[in-house]
C-alpha cells in the first residue's frame, strides 16, 4: 500500500514543512501516552518554562520546540482530544480567535510576510503529537527556505526559543 507522502500532487512546501518537527518524535519512537503528552504537562509549568506565550480560558498558545521557522506557534485546547472534530463549539471559537491573535502578534513582532496555518489530523497525517489537538501558526517570509531542509532534515533557527517567547508574550493583546 502507497503511504500518502508517496502519492503525486502533493505541495512540495508542505512535505518540507512538517517534516522536521515530526522527524524528532520519529527518532524517539512511539507516540507519548496521555500522562506524558506534552500539550497536557505545559500549563501546569511555568510559561516561560513550557514556552507558552498566552493562555486562553478553553486554549492556550505554545511556542514549538521543533520550529519549522522562528515564531512558530502551536495553538491547543486544554482537553486531550486528538482531532478537531471532537472539540467543543467554546474550543473551537477559542483556538480560532487565538490563531487570528497569533498572526497579528508574529506580523507585528515578526513582520512576517505570510503564513502556513493547519492541523495534521492523525499519525498518518503528519501528526508528531497525534494525541493532543494543536493547530500550527508558522510565520514566513520570502526567501526563509533554503536547502537545509531538504539535504539535512534540519533547518537553522536563528533566535532562541525563549527570547522569542519573551518578544511574543509582552506583544500579545490584553
Ligand atoms: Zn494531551
Redesign the pocket.
Known sequence: MQESWQLPGVPNSFQHLWTPHRLVYIKQGQQPS?EE?P??LAPAMQDDEALIVHRGKHAFVILNLFPYNSGHLLVCPYR?IATYDLATPVEVSEIGLLTQQAMTVLGKVGRSHGFNIGMNQGEVAGAGIA??LHQHVVPRWLNDSNFFPIIAETKAIPRLLGEVRDELAQAWPK
Open positions: 496521555e503528552c500539550f497536557c486531550h494525541g493532543h
